[in-house]
């Protein structure tokens, strides 16, 4: 069966980076553009990155534009989302879908706090 097991989160203080992965099964994961949301409490669901199936094109929001990056490694069935100068505003916990289908994964919790 399909499945997104996101990882990586954790607490870390401003300024710092982190590094999410997105593992997938269950589906020919190249084939989907994949994207990055995030979710803190209180607030709706906020789309943080898109990238295509072969990876050769990625959107951020203004947000995270210059801060955050996504890449996928297709033979390792992986999307990665490197966030980079985070700020107490960028907690939340961060899911991953695969667009077209509406599958995602169960989220990992991302704090900054100092």
């Known amino acids: 069966q399909v499945q997104l097991v996101e990882s990586g989160g954790g607490l870390v203080q401003p300024g710092e980076s982190l590094r999410l992965s997105c593992a997938a099964s269950g589906f020919t994961f190249s084939a989907y553009a994949m994207r990055w949301y995030r979710q803190a409490p209180g607030k709706e669901r906020e789309l943080v990155a898109t990238i295509t199936g072969a990876g050769g094109s990625t959107n951020y929001a203004d947000s995270v534009k210059g801060r955050f990056t996504t890449s996928r490694d297709n033979a390792k069935n992986t999307m990665y989302l490197q966030m980079n100068s985070l700020t107490p505003g960028d907690s939340a916990v961060y899911y991953c879908?695969?667009?077209?289908?509406?599958?995602w994964g169960q989220g990992t919790q991302v704090t900054v706090s100092s």
């Open positions: 879908q695969v667009f077209a289908k509406n599958w």
